[in-house]
Each structure stands twice: as C-alpha cells, then as structure tokens.
Nanobody, 122 residues
C-alpha cells in the first residue's frame, strides 16, 4: 500500500511562489513503477494534471503550466516537490500528489494523497 501526504502553506500571496512537498510511504520514489504526479482541482472545476516525475530524472509538465512550474525530488527523504511561481487567484485549488501509471491520464492514478487546499489571496 502506497501512501502519499502533501504538506505546505495553505495561503499564498499573489505573485509569490507556491511550494508543496509530497512525502511517500510504502514505495520508493526511485521505483520505475509509478509516475509521481501533481494534480489540482480548482473550486467548481475538474481535475487538472499538472506534471510528473519518474526515476532517472524524467520530468513532464502540462504545457499550459510549464513556464511557471518546477518538480524535483529528494530521494534521501523519499519526497517530491512542486513549485509554481507567479501565482494568481486562479491557482487557488486543492492540490493532490499521486502515484500514476502514466502521464497526463488521471484515470491511471493508483494512489492519491488526501489533498491540500491552497488559496491565493492578499
């Protein structure tokens, strides 16, 4: 059983950088079995795949967010992180980390974090 837990600030000011960390238990993030993913859901909208990383440093981004996003990992802590710069209120959402079978397909997510609310507001 893979467990994921998001952590980070729940409130970010406009123009600042949103930073979230996902701690993984039950699997190593160096495994080739999963794409370690970030997904978000703005209020009243559907799920949006943001990006993912896989062992050996392969990182994939949603083209619409690529210019503002960075995903990295800390194998010593079995964590991966999301940074989203220049945030606006439109980035307000519940952010999930997840273990997926492929990229860009939310239907292949096998394990989800519980999600964390991030609000962008001054």
């Amino acid at each position: 059983q893979v467990q994921l837990q998001e952590s980070g600030p729940g409130l970010v000011k406009p123009s600042q950088t949103l930073s979230l960390t996902c701690t993984v238990d039950g699997a190593l993030i160096t495994t080739k079995s999963y794409f370690w993913s970030w997904i978000r859901q703005p209020p009243g909208k559907g799920l949006e795949w943001m990006g993912a990383l896989k062992y050996a440093g392969n990182i994939y981004y949603n083209p619409s967010l690529k210019s503002r996003m960075s995903i990295s990992s800390d194998t010593s802590k079995n964590q991966f992180t999301l940074q989203l710069s220049s945030v606006t209120p439109e980035d307000t959402a519940v952010y999930y980390c997840a273990a997926a079978g492929t990229i860009r397909s939310i239907g292949t997510v096998e394990y989800w974090g519980q999600g964390t609310q991030v609000t962008v507001s001054s």
